[in-house]
């Protein structure tokens, strides 16, 4: 049974696959925050900009199948889904890798998904997923040490980013924090940590900018 609080079909924003057409299967819970904010001050991830919350959001709800969700998923894709167009999901939340199991991939890539994964990485990977981007959040314990991309939300209290020396990934990004807020003063704080990203990837050129793209061209 899988629990997916929605999902939509918009641009990849942020990544080395940014621009590039998805269905964002955003799935329900996360092992580092409830979703509810009377926890959010004493959660382990305290900065984020997502409700993972239940199942009751545009196109989500409770699948008792891989083929059910994938069937679901594939109803959302614009074109015709043929290998050639290398059909793309991105599986986040809340925190995919708590869901997410051999099945489902399997039932995405016998209908031609290209599947990418959004994850803290603090659990295990089901092999097999075509990119994987592990977002290390401060403080936690991280299982994966291989991905495609490692994409730090920058700056966070007590995380340098040499930290994470060790992990093996095709690009080291560094994403500016955001306020969880939307309005006026999300931007002021982008703009800030945009600032202090670039600072730290022209002192450390192994690491790149990554800028969450869909908040500035306001898609979902
Ligand atoms: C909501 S998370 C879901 C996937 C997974 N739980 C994770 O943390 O990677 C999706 C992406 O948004 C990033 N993110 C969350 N809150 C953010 C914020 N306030 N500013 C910038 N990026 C943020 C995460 O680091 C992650 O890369
Ligand atoms: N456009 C767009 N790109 C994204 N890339 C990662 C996202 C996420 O919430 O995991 C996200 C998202 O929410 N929207
Ligand atoms: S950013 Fe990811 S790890 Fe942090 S609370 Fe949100 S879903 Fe969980
Ligand atoms: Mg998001």
């Known amino acids: ?12 924003g942020e990544g080395l696959q940014a621009g590039r057409v998805a269905v964002f299967c955003r799935f329900s819970k996360c092992n580092l925050w409830t979703g509810r904010e009377k926890d959010r001050a004493t959660a382990v991830c305290q900065f984020c900009d997502t409700d993972f919350v239940g199942t009751d959001g545009p196109n989500g709800g409770v699948f008792e199948t891989p083929e059910e969700l994938v069937d679901h998923i594939a109803s959302l894709w614009p074109g015709s889904g043929s290998i050639e167009e290398s059909p793309m999901v991105v599986c986040t939340g809340g925190e995919p ?25 603090t659990l295990d990977a ?3 997923i075509d990119w ?17 991309e490692l994409k730090l939300v920058y700056p966070q209290q007590g995380q340098d980013p040499a930290d994470y020396d060790d992990i093996e990934a095709r690009a ?3 994403s500016p924090m955001s306020s969880p ?3 006026a003063e999300r931007d002021l ?30 898609i979902e």
């Open 172 to 174: 080291r990004l560094l």
């Open 97 to 121: 890798l708590l869901q997410l199991d051999g099945a489902l991939l399997e039932a995405f890539h016998q209908r031609h998904f290209f599947v990418a994964v959004e994850t803290n990485g």
């Open 181 to 183: 807020d939307a309005g």
């Open 189 to 218: 704080v982008r703009d800030a940590s945009t600032r202090e990203a670039i600072r730290y990837c022209m002192a450390h050129p192994r690491w790149r900018l990554s800028v969450q793209m869909h908040k500035m061209v306001g």
């Open 126 to 128: 089901p092999d097999g």
């Open 1 to 12: 049974m899988y629990r997916i609080k929605e999902a939509f079909t918009t641009l990849q």
């Open 132 to 148: 994987l981007c592990v977002s290390p959040k401060a403080g936690t314990g991280i299982r994966i040490r291989r991905c495609d």
